[in-house]
Every structure is written in C-alpha cells, then in structure tokens.
C-alpha cells in the first residue's frame, strides 16, 4: 500500500528561485497537510485542505508561499522568490476524515 | 489560539532507565495523538487517547490521557536504544478539527 509520496527528497538553490515542492497522498484520504520542520521552530503547520478547498492557511509565513490543489492526488507548495530562512524540511501529510495523519517522506530544502 | 506545550525538550538517559514526556494544553481537547519520529525521518503517528482518564499501553509504552483532557504522559520502561527519536503529542481542541503538534522531545538513549 504506497504511503503518502514527496517529491523531490532533497532541493538545493539559489536564493531568488523558484522552488516547487509535490505531494501525491494515500488515495481516498480527504484532508491533506503541509508543514515545516526546523530545529528553531520545531513541526508547523502551513496550511490544510479538505476535499481539495484550502481550510486554513493562516501558518503560511507569507506571501512567497503559496500552495495548490487541483485533485485529490496532488497537491504543491510553491515558493517564490526563495530565502535562505526557508531551508528546512516540508512534509506532506495526509488522513482520512479525523483519523491519524500518515507522513510523506518530506523534502529537504536548501537555499543557499 | 490554541497551544500545545512539551516537556522536556531534550532527554539523554542509559539504557534501561525510564523515559516520561508530558503534554499540556492550554485548552480542552477533544483527543491527543502520539507521534515517533526517527532521526532522519518522518513523523509515525503511535496512538490516540479520546477519553478522559484513558491509559493505553504499547509494550514497554504507556499513554495516559487526563482526567481534564488538557495534559498527556508518554511513558517508556526500560528504554532501549531503539527508542532513540523525538516524540510528539499532538491535541485537537474540543469542536474544532485542527491538529496542533507540540514542539517534540527529543530521546537519546546511551547503550
């Protein structure tokens, strides 16, 4: 049974650029998560959708942030520009209803 | 807003002690989750508590949840180095449907 799947595992850029992060979660599950993990902030939630429509989005840190999605088996999160301060681990997380959140595999962000 | 509180940050114990992480929330919860991450790897979720006073045991880990459902415990007998990682508890507040992860406590285990 394939898990919740993140491309790519690893990201290294040049600040400025446009970064794209992808989700695809475990099919049938209805709520998808994005977070962001760092040793000074710890795991924060970005932003969440329900049946594809974005619920909340008020962990977004701003407007270089943005993230999509267009159906049910994928999902993005964009950044542009990026900054060095964006370089951490984004995970994708997805679940049915309220049950537990299943976790991607994250992608490792650097931005040099 | 709601605020999920961990304690302690960081834990360094030998092999075969005692390991106890505590949860507090500012406000009721309607559940409280329990997340392991390894080093190097991805958050998998352990178990979730509903009721209030429920304890739940994993072999050599016991959950409880508290009477008011705002505080949880994680409790490990006998760490192993295998327990090695950083635990997460993560409550959703009564009627609401967002999750919120405490900040983690991370386990070192000395063999």
């Known amino acids: 049974d394939a898990g919740v799947i993140q491309s790519p595992r690893h990201e290294v850029t040049e600040m400025g650029q446009e970064v794209t992060l992808r989700c695809k979660p475990i099919?049938?599950?209805?709520?998808l998560f994005w977070y962001r993990q760092t040793m000074m902030r710890g795991l924060e939630l970005l932003i969440y959708?329900?049946?594809?429509?974005?619920?909340?989005d008020s962990g977004m840190p701003e407007d270089r942030f943005s993230a999509k999605m267009p159906n049910a088996s994928f999902s993005t999160l964009k950044i542009q520009p990026s900054e060095p301060r964006d370089s951490a681990v984004y995970f994708c997380?997805?679940?049915?209803?309220?049950?537990?959140?299943?976790f991607g595999d994250g992608t490792r962000l650097s931005i040099l | 807003g709601q605020q999920v509180m961990q304690i302690p940050q960081y834990q360094h114990v030998q092999e075969g002690e005692d390991f106890t992480t505590y949860c507090n929330s500012s406000t009721t919860l309607s559940n409280i989750q329990w997340y392991k991450q390894r080093p190097g790897g991805h958050p998998v979720f352990l178990i979730q508590l509903v009721k209030s006073g429920e304890v739940k045991k994993q072999k050599r880990l016991t959950f409880q949840f508290g009477e008011a459902k705002k505080n949880s415990s994680l409790h490990i007998t006998a760490t192993q180095t295998t327990d090695v990682g950083t635990y997460f508890c993560?409550?959703?507040?009564?009627?609401?449907?967002?999750?919120?992860f405490g900040a983690g406590t991370r386990l070192f285990v000395k063999a």
């Open positions: 959708f329900n049946n594809n429509v974005p619920i909340d």
């Open positions: 099919s049938g599950h209805d709520y």
């Open positions: 993560a409550g959703r507040n009564t009627g609401g449907f967002k999750t919120i």
């Open positions: 997380a997805s679940s049915f209803g309220q049950q537990p959140q299943h």
